[in-house]
């Protein structure tokens, strides 16, 4: 059964850092974009960040510089950095994956097939 499993989520003051991990199951993440994904209470899921199965990197206009995408392929999981972190990044966390050679990805829903569970990140002083 092919998964994808989000962890590393939490509770962190403004400004600090969380690492969130994405782990695959039941396939190898080598041929495949995995992206990552967010919602808020009340908002709508937007995207945040993804990486293509040939490693580029793409990233929303409000997380460049300070998020970071990887991915290790030895552990089939997929990283999403997070730095100085805001207010606004408290959501639930999702990462996303398709299968495809193709050298770019979307960081857009409909790209995505599968879906994680989520872990909650939670940004407050």
């Known amino acids: 059964q092919l998964q994808l499993v989000e962890s590393g989520g939490g509770l962190v003051q403004p400004g600090g850092s969380l690492r969130l991990s994405c782990v695959a199951s039941?396939?190898?993440?080598?041929?495949?974009?995995i992206g990552w994904f967010r919602q808020a209470p009340g908002k709508e899921r937007e995207g945040v960040s993804c990486?293509?199965?040939?490693?580029?990197?793409y990233y929303a206009d409000s997380v460049k510089g300070r998020f970071t995408i990887s991915r290790d392929n030895a552990k089939n999981t997929v990283y999403l950095q997070m730095n100085s972190l805001k207010s606004e990044a408290a959501a639930v966390y999702y990462c996303?994956?398709?299968?495809?050679?193709?050298?770019?990805?979307?960081?857009?829903?409909?790209?995505?097939?599968?879906w994680g569970q989520g872990t909650q990140v939670t940004v407050s002083s």
């Open positions: 996303a994956g398709r299968r495809t050679v193709q050298p770019g990805c979307i960081i857009g829903r409909s790209f995505f097939i599968y």
């Open positions: 990486i293509s199965s040939t490693n580029n990197t």
């Open positions: 039941g396939f190898t993440l080598e041929n495949y974009a």
